[in-house]
Nanobody
Framework: QVQLVESGGGLVQAGGSLRLSCAAS????????MAWFRQAPGMVRTFVAA????????AYEDSVEGRFTISRDNAKNTVYLEMNSLKPEDTAVYYC????????????WGQGTQVTVSS
């Protein structure tokens, strides 16, 4: 059974940094993409960033480009989201998810971790 466990959320002041982790288990992820999504109160869940596990190629949502960095550690089966220059509008629950490379549906999700940015 695939499991994704997020950690690293918390409360930070605007301009600060946080690093989220997503520990993945339950299958070989070499042909899968991993992504971070976020959901603010009363809003729909939206895409933040993604990385292909095999070649490390990445993609970002425009508002986080240049501030957030997604990376992976193959040995630890862990994906990270380094978040810098945080803004109050980054406040949300952040979720890790996985899908097959070339697919469109994310089939497994983590439980989420809260990120709160105070002004």
């Amino acid at each position: 059974q695939v499991q994704l466990v997020e950690s690293g959320g918390g409360l930070v002041q605007a301009g600060g940094s946080l690093r989220l982790s997503c520990a993945a288990s339950g299958r070989t992820f070499s042909n899968y993409a991993m992504a971070w999504f976020r959901q603010a109160p009363g809003m729909v869940r939206t895409f933040v960033a993604a990385i292909n596990w095999n070649d490390g190629s990445t993609a970002y949502e425009d508002s986080v480009e240049g501030r957030f960095t997604i990376s992976r550690d193959n040995a630890k089966n862990t994906v990270y989201l380094e978040m810098n220059s945080l803004k109050p509008e980054d406040t949300a629950v952040y979720y890790c998810a996985t899908r097959p490379v070339g697919g469109t549906e994310y089939d497994f999700w983590g439980q989420g971790t809260q990120v709160t940015v105070s002004s």
